[in-house]
């Protein structure tokens, strides 16, 4: 997209929203700051503005360190409403808790074509995360012992899947779908983003699982975990820093 065209996109927008503040309330000026998604959005479909190197990497740190920081803020809030007030907090408060993570992890493991090690992750990450929540509710309770045993399935059906990927795969598809369904008769009214959190971390993981296995590539495959090994002194940096001189 040329710089014309993109001169001619943020003015569009902007008058926009300057109409919306006029039409409605001042308070639609604050999606000024959709603006800055334009450029991130523009890239994903391969329509801004090629940089050099440089540039190219000095927005990747950025965006990863904006990242971070971000998350730790969310985090820190979080915490203190939870510890510090001794208040639960609301639902929307664990959407931008979890969320961000499950979409990096997706992101960056489905970007490398490693959807096997991300069924691996999904898979475990879930089952753990539900038999830990499991217990720490209800301990050892004969009544809950049900909910144990969802965890407990998810990560057996996580293991076949990783050896058995044709087996397993569906049955974490249909496991993840009768979740769904059995949620769906519980989901509590009138509270979306509730909504959506118990569907990102309850039936949605073990249905992305098994799809993820599904996908997986068939055969001999490379070491999964190669790549978390110290690499040799032999071996090139695969990401190097464009400010070190070759």
């Known amino acids: ?142 009544g809950a012992l049900w909910e144990h045993g969802i965890g407990i399935s998810l990560l057996i059906l996580t293991a076949v899947a990783w050896g058995l990927p044709l087996l397993g795969g569906p049955l974490l598809i249909l496991a993840g779908a009768a979740l769904f369904v059995q949620f769906c008769t519980r989901l509590p009214a009138g509270n979306p983003a509730m909504q959506v959190l118990m569907i990102l971390l309850l039936p949605l993981p073990p249905f992305a699982t098994g799809i993820a296995f599904l996908l997986s590539p068939r055969g001999k495959t490379k070491d999964e975990f190669a790549d978390f090994r110290e690499p040799d002194a032999g071996d090139p940096d695969p990401c190097p820093d464009p400010r070190r001189k070759i």
């Open 1 to 142: 997209m040329s710089k014309k065209a993109r001169f001619l996109l943020y003015g569009a927008l902007s008058a926009s929203i300057l109409l919306l503040a006029i039409a409605w309330k001042v308070e639609a000026l604050l999606l000024l700051f959709v603006l800055a998604l334009v450029d991130p959005l523009l890239r994903m479909m391969r329509l801004g503005t090629a940089g050099d190197e440089r540039s190219c990497w000095i927005e990747i740190q950025s965006g990863s360190f904006s990242f971070h920081v971000l998350y730790a803020v969310i985090l820190a809030l979080f915490l203190h409403k939870l510890l510090v007030l001794g208040r639960n907090p609301e639902s929307d408060w664990y959407l931008l808790l979890f969320l961000p993570l499950i979409l990096r992890a997706i992101f960056l493991l489905g970007k490398k074509g490693e959807v096997r090690r991300l069924g691996l992750i999904l898979g475990a990450a879930c089952g753990g995360f539900w038999l830990l929540f499991s217990l720490l509710s209800h301990g050892l309770q004969r």
